[in-house]
């Protein structure tokens, strides 16, 4: 048996493993990612005032077996050790200047009714082209967890290129999450140059990180599909074990461009819990060591009935690069590796039974 995980955050108490991820739901053919024309001065493409995205949390309890909704949270822009987003009783947000920006909202999905939070209004601006960061804290069954989502902010010339990525599961919903209502995730991929989509001259190829490295993908029943028509990549539950990374490559005039996705599969028995030093940052001079265990989804303990082996690597974020690998029991990443990498790397982990 082989399973694998990558870097996420965990809140583990009482038997119970809550792993945070944020839904996105937005137009077809749009993405989070946000580019700024300095010359014209505007956002050419996502515009959020006219192509709202909705975020909400996924917080997946193993004891469950499913998402559950947060018992109470809060909505946080920038930071979430900073002060919590305001909103008055229609959902309009009163927070000083981010009025016209954030609302509040529902996702109704898998019978269930989720507390979100609608982006009505641009985040990019000649003045702030950086990175933001919404955070959503939320608390179920006296655990806390905190479930994040990254939007790109770039300014963009003739040479802005990024391949936007849209996922759509079997349940309907912009979901990258195998369940039992979600047996299959189809992913499409659309370069940009500028945040304006190129229909043609484009060559795609899907990519799965096997053992460090990236392989080919070529459709297999029950496994994966590639559409030939919009190059979409379907995955099957059965070609997903704990949390894969696939990759899809993209030519263009005779540069390649890379875009790495995770898609996470919850039906199997046993999953990785990553046991990292560290959350989502590493400052200078510290170092994130990973002390993985394999967990039984069944009994919520750690697996002793069969020898798992670990095996690890190191890449950079959004190319896939493999920065470096290693196996045993522990794996260390330093603030220096990371930042030598550019600053975003991922860890992808891989247990194996012996």
Request: net charge negative.
């Amino acid at each position: 048996m082989e399973y694998s995980s990558v870097r996420h955050l965990f809140s583990y108490n009482n038997g119970d493993n809550i792993t945070p991820g944020m839904g996105v739901q937005i137009d077809a053919g749009y993405g989070l990612a946000q580019f700024w024309d300095i010359s014209a001065g505007r956002v050419t493409n996502t515009d959020f005032t006219q192509h709202p995205a909705t975020l909400f949390p996924q917080a997946w309890s193993s004891r469950m077996g499913r998402f559950v909704v947060p018992e109470q949270g809060s909505w946080f822009y920038g930071s979430p050790l900073g002060s919590a987003l305001t909103f008055d009783a229609s959902g309009n947000c009163t927070t000083a200047g981010l009025g016209s920006t954030f609302k509040l909202t529902t996702v109704g999905m898998n019978n269930l009714t989720f507390p979100a939070l609608q982006i009505i209004g641009n985040l990019a601006s000649a003045n702030d082209l950086v990175d933001k960061y919404i955070y959503y804290t939320g608390t179920y069954k006296g655990m806390d967890f905190t479930c994040q989502q990254l939007i790109n902010i770039q300014a963009s010339s003739a040479d802005a290129y990024d391949i936007l990525i849209s996922a759509v599961g079997e349940d309907g919903t912009g979901d990258d999450v195998l369940s039992n209502d979600n047996d299959w995730v189809q992913l499409t991929p659309m370069l940009q140059r500028a945040g304006t989509p190129i229909t043609s001259g484009v060559s795609y190829t899907w990519q799965r990180l096997v053992n460090g490295n990236w392989t080919n993908i070529t459709s297999t029943s029950g496994l994966y599909e590639i559409n030939n028509s919009d190059h979409s990549l379907k995955v099957f539950n059965s070609g997903v074990e704990g949390v894969e990374s696939f990759r899809c490559v993209a030519v263009c005039n005779g540069k390649t461009y890379y875009k790495v996705r995770e898609l996470t599969d919850v039906h199997d028995p046993y999953y990785i819990v990553d046991y990292c030093t560290h959350t989502d940052s590493v400052a200078p001079g510290e170092t994130a060591v990973f002390r993985p265990k394999v967990i039984d989804r069944a009994t919520n303990y750690q697996d002793t009935s069969h020898n798992w082996s670990f095996a690890y690597t190191l890449t950079r974020l959004p190319s896939g690069d493999t920065v470096k690998t290693g196996t045993g029991s522990t794996f260390s990443v330093t603030y220096e590796e990371i930042d030598n990498a550019g600053g975003n790397t991922m860890t992808r982990i891989e247990a194996t039974s012996n």
